[in-house]
């Protein structure tokens, strides 16, 4: 199993990006997927989830920010964010809920990451 962030980049503040991630492998469904965030000293937070049916949602931080879809057929995951804040600066992970072949339940797997840098 694959879980591939896009890469991610610096921004001014009150500018745009959109992450995507892309899952691969012998999968045989996926469930939740989310966006986590790490910034240097603090935890990994959540930042927004969507389900396969698509109900969303999302930190306090990220609502009326930030978007969160998906796109099943690709296996694909995306995170738009607009007026972003330089508070918004940190590595952001994909996070995936997934059923494979050949196991018994669900497990989580993890992106590699990708630094979203918000210059003030």
């Known amino acids: 199993v694959h879980v591939a962030d896009s890469v991610g980049g610096l921004v001014q503040a009150g500018g745009s990006l959109r992450l995507s991630c892309v899952v691969s492998?012998?999968?045989?469904?996926?469930?939740?997927m989310r966006w986590y965030r790490q910034a240097p000293g603090r935890q990994r937070e959540l930042v927004a989830a969507?389900?396969?049916?698509?109900?969303?949602n999302y930190a306090d931080s990220a609502k009326g920010r930030f978007t969160i879809s998906r796109d099943n057929a690709k296996n694909t995951v995306y995170l738009l964010m607009n007026s972003l804040k330089p508070e918004d600066t940190a590595v952001y992970y994909c996070?995936?809920?997934?059923?494979?072949?050949?196991?018994?339940?669900?497990?989580?797997?993890w992106g590699q990451g990708t630094q979203v840098t918000v210059s003030s």
């Open positions: 996070n995936a809920n997934l059923w494979l072949v050949g196991t018994t339940g669900w497990f989580d797997y």
């Open positions: 969507i389900t396969s049916v698509g109900t969303t």
């Open positions: 492998g012998c999968i045989l469904s996926i469930n939740v």
